[in-house]
């Protein structure tokens, strides 16, 4: 492979083609389900969907089958064939496949973003393209097939390869089983599992996810009035709803540490993804934390930077990302509110079960509410984290040779944070397939919050990488 020439193809499709079309993808409010009740109506997800779809037809890679399913009650996938190319392993065969997967449905708005910029509204400045959905994940439709093209422009060989591409990935990827198994017959068995919807610890080198957590998660809510009462004549007689919550959420987490503790919530951390953790923060310094917008005074959690790393990417961690029953600050009278409603987000370590953390989250809230108080824990789908098999030898080599090719430097370990769904169904699904979990979500990009953009220089050097290891399966020993 001539790693230059493929360096070359790529860089001048994504110049050419695939970034005049991010700009019109960005510029398209496809929020999830979760977050645009009304998308079928709205017609944002379809118009994306139209988009990728209209992209993918163009580009001329010989004997692919692109299809949009839209089954009744069900958001669209895109899903693409294409056959197997030369080669003594490449016979085209579904036991032995390649999936890639990505998705186009985006977060909501979030406020905060700088004068100039926007969620809708496309911007090119210093490399990078701002906006909401460009890095997670709409980027990953181009990506993929460029990758296959690279491939295809030096007559190199590819085993078969099935993209699929969801629409609600960012509300829990809820469809997604489904798919899976109506199309089994036509995915076939992967071998490998090439997932572009990441992160990485810079832009200076190629990072493969080893892990990523789960999440439970809900709304939890403390009526303790039927009607809000002035406060000077209640409080002292009646418990405020909020410390309600707040008595409930201790049961939860210490609040002075941050530290889960229930043990339920807790997993094992393996030795290998502690040494990886530690390397991680060698390579990336005082970058693990300096990539948050922190205010100034502002410290991290714990000092050590491979605590820092673990407690993201193997711990519990609770959030709270919203919250009811709460008037606006210049409407607050003096009034003992009846209720107070919060939203928990629990990320959990990657061997966590999903539902039963959840089940067991239920449990712990609603058990004696303090003073009798009327508490409810309403959940939402849980999602089970995802634990990384052993890579194979080839595997191992083509990452680190694809990381030294593209960018001159080896490429790197690193547990993620977030949830992908479709990693632990993968996973439990296809326990023989190798996997390859990367992604353009570097420092700063802010993937779901203000002033997201996808870094170019590093989504085109992905993309090189991807054509790399697509080849190296094919030669695979």
Request: aromatic share 8%.
């Amino acid at each position: 492979m001539d790693t230059h020439a493929a360096l070359r193809f790529v860089e001048t499709r994504w110049d050419d083609s695939i970034v005049p079309q991010l700009i019109e993808y960005i510029r398209i409010p496809c929020k999830s389900p979760q977050f645009d009740s009304e998308w079928r109506a709205n017609g944002h997800i379809d118009r994306a969907v139209a988009l990728i779809e209209r992209w993918c037809r163009e580009q001329p890679i010989a004997g692919m089958q692109i299809e949009v399913l839209r089954p009744k009650d069900r958001t669209p996938l895109i899903l693409m064939e294409i056959p197997a190319v030369g080669g003594a392993r490449a016979g085209g065969t579904k036991d032995d496949t390649v999936l890639l997967y990505g998705h186009m449905d985006k977060q909501p708005e979030m406020a905060g973003w700088e004068e100039g910029l926007g969620p809708w509204t496309p911007v090119l400045r210093d490399g990078k393209l701002y906006g909401r959905g460009g890095a997670d994940d709409g980027y990953s439709a181009f990506a993929s097939l460029t990758a296959i093209r690279a491939l295809h422009e030096q007559n190199l060989p590819h085993a078969r390869c099935v993209v699929l591409i969801e629409a609600c990935e960012e509300s829990g990827s809820y469809d997604l089983p489904f798919y899976i198994e109506s199309l089994a017959a036509r995915i076939g068995k992967p071998s490998l599992v090439v997932c572009l919807d990441s992160g990485c610890g810079n832009y200076e080198q190629l990072w493969s996810t080893t892990s990523l957590r789960g999440l439970a998660g809900g709304e939890l809510r403390a009526q303790v009035l039927t009607e809000g009462v002035h406060s000077g004549d209640a409080s002292g007689i009646v418990a405020s709803s909020f410390r309600v919550i707040r008595t409930l959420l201790s049961r939860l987490e210490d609040e002075r540490s941050g530290a889960i503790k229930p043990m339920d919530f807790h997993a094992d951390i393996p030795p290998d993804r502690r040494r990886q953790a530690q390397a991680t923060s060698s390579a990336l310094g005082a970058v693990v934390y300096e990539k948050f917008p922190f205010v100034p005074g502002m410290k991290p959690m714990a000092e050590d930077l491979t605590e820092q790393t673990l407690n993201r990417t193997w711990r519990p961690a609770l959030s709270i990302t919203g919250a009811g029953g709460m008037p606006p600050l210049a409407n607050a009278g003096n009034v003992l509110r009846p209720e107070t409603s919060v939203k928990v987000s629990l990320r959990l370590p990657p061997t966590v079960d999903g539902e039963q953390a959840t089940a067991a989250l239920k449990t712990l809230f609603e058990k004696d509410p303090p003073y009798g108080a009327k508490v409810e824990f309403v959940p939402e789908p849980a999602a089970s984290g995802w634990n990384a098999p052993a890579l194979t030898s080839w595997l191992e080599r083509s990452l680190h040779d694809a990381s030294q090719s593209f960018f001159g430097r080896p490429s790197m370990y690193m547990g993620e944070g977030g949830t992908i769904p479709f990693m632990a169904m993968l996973g439990e699904k296809f326990p023989d397939a190798q996997f390859v979990i990367t992604g353009v979500l570097g420092p700063h990009s802010n993937a779901h919050g203000p002033n997201e953009f996808l870094h170019l220089d590093m989504a085109k050097k992905l993309t090189a990488c991807v054509a790399k290891i697509l080849f190296d399966h094919v030669n695979r020993r």
